[in-house]
Structure formats: C-alpha cells, structure tokens
C-alpha cells in the first residue's frame, strides 16, 4: 500500500489495473459532523453537469460510475465515466461550525476487492480556517492518476461551488443545507505588486485589491465595463448603464451618468464617453469612462469611486448576473480588471436587482487602490450605492444613495426619494 | 517540436535549433484558487566554472541578482504568486555572451518558504519549467512540476553545457531538499 503525502501524486495503474475502485473518506473531530462528496468536473475544472455532484442529497452519477454509500464510502466505475468528466474531486465539508483545523484525524483511501491500495492521511495541524477542503483527487493526465491534494476553502461548500463555478447548482439542484449558511469570508488578499512591464491583473474575489500607481503614466485613467447579451433572445434587456459615484474628501459626492456625463477637467473630474444601448455574445456592451489622475492631488485628499451597473426598471426582469458584467481601470500600461462571478451570490442572482457595483477604486495622491465590491441593491430598489469615509480611512458602502433615474423626470425621482436626506453634489 | 525529456535526457541545443543564439527558461504555475499561503516559485541560474562551482557569487542569478557582469543571462523579474497566462517568471540566456570560462549554466526552480508554508510542487496547479529558442519562442524541453516533481520542494531543472563547441541541454530533474539558499551554497554561493 502507498501512502501519499501532501501535494503526491501517482498513476492510478501503478497501484492497481482496477477501474472498478472503492474510495473512502474519513474525517473524525470531536463534536463536530462533517459532508463528504464528490464532484465531477470537466477539463477546466468546472462542474458544467450538475448530475455529477454525488452527495447525501443526489447519492449516484446518472450511469452510477460514481455512488456514494454509507460513511463518506464511495464505489467508483472509472471506465463508465463519460470522457466529458476528467475529474473526480473528493471533498470533505463540515456540516456547522467549526474548522478543520480542529480534525483529529482524516484520510482518503483508495482499494480494490477489499484490500487498501493507496491511503492520503491528514490532520487539523495541515489546515487553518478552512471548512471545505479537497482531499483527494483522480483525474484523467494520459492515464488516470491520483493526487492527494490537502487544501481547502474557509468559505466553506459555498467557496468550494464558487470554485468549480456550480452555476446551476442552486437554482436546480437540493443543496446541502450548509449553503444556506452565510459563510465567513475568506481573509483579504493581495495580489503581488505590479511590475514595470505591461501587466494586467485580474480580481475575482470580491475582497481582493490590487494598486495602480498613476506616476509611472501621464495619461488618464480609463474604466471600460462589459456585459454579454444573456442569451435569452430579448433585446430590451441589455441595456446596462456604467455609473459612478465620486466620494470627495468633504464627503460630499457626485454622481457620473450616462444623462449626467460629468467632466475631466472640472468637479467631478470623471467623465461618461456615452450610452450603449444593446449588446450580443459577439459584440459585448461597452461603457467607458475617464478619470483625471490628478483628481486626488487637486482635492487635497482621498477621492474613492464606486462603479456600478444599473438596469433600468422599464428594461423589463434581468438578473444582471447572466449579462457577467466586468470593469476593467487602465492607466498606462497597468490593467486591473474585476472579473466577479456574480452567479455565486445569491443576492445577485434575483431578478429586479438594478445595480451591481462592478468596482471600488480609492485613489490617494498617485496611488489607487482597486477592488471589485460585489455589493448589490435590494431587490426593486432604485437606490443608489453611497460611500462614507470611516473613521480608518477607509470607505464604507450602503445602498442608500437617493434614486438616480436615467429618465422619468423629476416627479419620480422625487417620489423615489422621499425620506432620504442624501443628494448627490 | 519540444523534446520531453526523461531525467538525465541530453539534447543538442544546437542541433535542435542551429543558430540558436538566445534562449528563455520560463517558470509557470497557476495562483493558488484555495485559501492559505500563497505559492511562490523562484527561477534561479547558476553559472558555473569547470568545477561546478561559481566563479563569484555573482553568478548566481535570481530575484535579487538579476543578471551576470557580462550581461550573458538576465532574470527578467519575480513573479510572487502566479498571476498571470503562460509563463510567469523568465530568465534569459545569451549563449554567445557566455564568459569562455563559465563551462556549464545550472537552471533551478525552488518555493520561497516551502518549509514553512509545507508546500511542494504537487500542491501547485499547473508548475512547469521548460526551455526555449528566444527568437520565435519554439520550446525545446520541458518539465511538468505540479505532475512530475510533486513531492518536491526544489529541483535542478537541468544544464546547459558546452560540448565541442556547441551548447547542450541536459534535462536532471533531480529534486534537492532545503531550498534555494542550500541550493545556492552547494554551488558554492557564500549564502
């Protein structure tokens, strides 16, 4: 038998020639009671068939290569695995609270007519905050293979679906009843500072940041948002708006529209290039705006932008999510693009929520400080997001900014605002 | 068409590619996707004297030594996490430049604090190490980590040797355990 460590992995034929395997998982801590699972994914790692997430809920793979029985035991038929699935990925997920940092012991072993052939064995000290983690994985490289892999998310099944991008997971499929659960969120990261070459980043989780630094450029700042057509054969639909609110050192704010493009040159110093009113899977929407990079230095302060999506009411029920809006802020040779996959937020998912905040940008003096938000509006609320600056520096986010409507008059503005104090300047 | 190279696998750089004047050994691994310490590989390339030693400790090459007196092999920037498509950390080599008296060129890849963060190769998504024709970008070897390498932590990638006039590339694969300062000192680098 083989014992794998951390990070190994090894040709499945050189333990065994079975396809015909049985796969254990084990966790043991006290007080606490763990899932285990398994995904089938495909070659970009995503679960692009639902079907193929065998857990207490959907016990068996539609041809029953993959089956999951009593005590995290499952029987594998690796030959009746449709070639679209290239990867079977193990994953043990505590059931409540806790972390698997508490784990006493746990394993994942694999054998063949009731004799063990291979054995990965971990423990809490191999883990910090996480409450999902993979365990162990087979996948197809040439042959099949084994990789014992020991690293996890602390954001739980959620994070864990986020991951292998579950998109219809959970609208079509019973969920465990974790993902009901709203999951810590993971520690903030961030990404490496950029090089002096051409460089572009992406973010995908909402709390990371990444710096632009506006000295080693002289031109402006460029904020292009995208959308897709969502493929649902409505052309009134698409029509999403890039907006901007300005938080200047006052605390005052402004708003950037496509009906109130703002200016470069003066207050607000952010200026809209215009509307774009559809949009398809070949020819993405586009809405750009310019920032003047001197914008913090001639303020004397901090300036924080918050860049948001809006779908008017009139534009008929749209989950902005399937439009997978993006921002991209180029300065130079510097691109930082939030690339967030609003499909993994529930919240973001309902129809008749008009706004996404697409982007978070804090400029100080040369330096800008960008992050993707993700926040979202109530749903049928036309309000606007609103900055503040905290006590740290830093900016807090509410959806209370008052109604900004693209058209409709000032009646019905006004009727939307009743009762909110904040205006923007 | 790339060469894969089995351990200890010889390949004439100047018969794979004739004329060859300029090569690139890039570095590549996906950003880790799961929570915890970042993976941070390093490119490194020792030039060494006949006696498989450095003539100078400047003849190691890496993040904080990025190129050679002769200007012969140029690291062209660390790359902390993996951001980024294709290759994310490159070194280059300009074979004619080489000093006569550097005989061979040992090209590395090490984690940046594996024992602390207790990672290997294996645990890294898609590591790899290859070398190619600068000129045209052509790959001429290359070595999976993430697959092949997967228990460790450090690795000699291979040699780039003078052999009769012409340069070879030798594939060694072989792993080393400590790190990139050991590493450094068994080529005589006083670390």
């Known amino acids: ?425 | 068409m790339p060469v894969s190279l089995s351990k200890g696998g010889n390949v004439s750089l100047s018969k794979e590619a004739p004329g060859l004047k300029k090569i690139l050994i890039g570095l590549g691994w996906d950003t880790r996707a799961t929570d915890g310490a970042g993976f941070d590989l390093d490119a490194s390339v020792f030039l060494l004297s006949e006696t498989g030693k450095v003539r100078s400790d400047a003849d190691f090459i890496f993040y904080n030594n990025k190129t050679d007196a002769a200007n012969s092999v140029e690291h062209l920037g660390d790359n902390l996490t993996g951001e980024g498509e294709g290759d994310d950390e490159q070194v280059k080599v300009m074979l004619d430049s080489v000093p006569v008296d550097v005989a061979k060129l040992s090209v590395a890849v090490t984690i940046h604090d594996a024992e602390t963060r207790s990672q290997n190769f294996g645990m890294v998504s898609n590591a790899f190490m290859r070398v190619l024709n600068a000129e045209g970008g052509a790959e001429i070897a290359r070595y999976d980590l993430s697959e092949d390498a997967s228990t460790e932590t450090a690795m000699i990638f291979g040699e780039i040797y003078r052999n009769n006039g012409e340069w070879k590339f030798k594939a060694i694969g072989q792993g080393f355990a400590g790190g990139l300062g050991p590493l450094a000192k068994n080529f005589g680098v006083s670390v």
């Open chain 1, 1 to 425: 038998m083989l014992t794998l460590a951390r990070g190994q992995k090894q040709k499945l034929a050189d333990l065994t020639p079975a396809m015909q395997i049985g796969a254990q998982l084990r966790a043991l801590a006290p007080g606490l009671a763990f899932d285990f699972s398994c995904f089938g994914v495909d070659g970009n790692d995503k679960l692009s068939d639902d079907r193929y997430f065998v857990f207490f809920n959907q016990k068996s793979s539609p041809e029953g290569a993959i089956t999951l029985g009593a005590d995290g035991e499952f029987a594998l038929d690796l030959a009746r695995l449709p070639a679209s699935i290239q990867k079977l990925v193990f994953v043990v997920t505590i059931d409540g609270d806790g972390t698997l940092s508490q784990l006493q012991s746990g394993h994942f072993s694999l054998g063949t007519s009731g004799s063990e052939v291979a054995r990965f064995e971990f423990r809490g000290s191999d883990f910090g905050s996480e409450k999902a983690i993979i365990a162990a994985e087979i996948y197809r490289k040439d042959a099949w293979r084994l990789a014992a892999v020991g690293q996890g998310f602390s954001g739980g099944l959620d994070a864990l679906l986020a991951h292998f991008g579950g998109q219809q997971m959970e609208e079509d499929v019973p969920t465990p009843q974790t993902v009901s659960k709203p999951a810590p969120a993971p520690p903030p990261r961030e990404v490496a500072p950029a090089e002096a070459a051409p460089k572009k980043v992406t973010l995908t989780k909402a709390d990371s940041t990444f710096k632009i630094d506006l000295s080693k450029s002289s031109g402006e700042i460029v904020a292009t948002a995208q959308w897709i057509d969502n493929g649902d054969n409505r052309s009134d639909n698409d029509d999403l708006d890039l907006r901007a609110g300005i938080l200047f050192p006052d605390g005052t704010m402004s708003i950037v529209t496509c009906t109130a493009p703002g200016s470069l040159q003066n207050k607000p110093f952010v200026f809209h290039l215009g509307d774009v009113k559809s949009a398809t899977r070949d020819k993405p929407g586009r809405e750009t705006m310019k920032v003047n990079p001197q914008i913090s230095a001639s303020q004397r302060g901090k300036i924080a932008i918050v860049f948001s999506i809006y779908s008017a009411i009139a534009n008929g029920p749209v989950a902005i999510a399937s439009l997978k809006p993006v921002i991209e802020l180029e300065h130079g040779n510097q691109t930082v693009k939030c690339d967030l996959d609003f499909s993994s937020n529930k919240d973001a998912k309902k129809k008749f929520v008009y706004t996404y905040v697409i982007g978070l940008a804090i400029i100080d003096g040369n330096e800008v400080q960008i992050s993707p938000g993700g926040q979202v509006s109530p749903p049928a609320s036309e309000a606007t997001p609103w900055l503040e600056w905290d006590e740290n520096g830093g900016v807090n986010l509410t959806f209370t900014g008052p109604a900004v409507l693209k058209s409709g008059g000032k009646f019905l503005t006004g009727l939307l605002n009743v009762g909110n104090s904040k205006r923007y300047v």
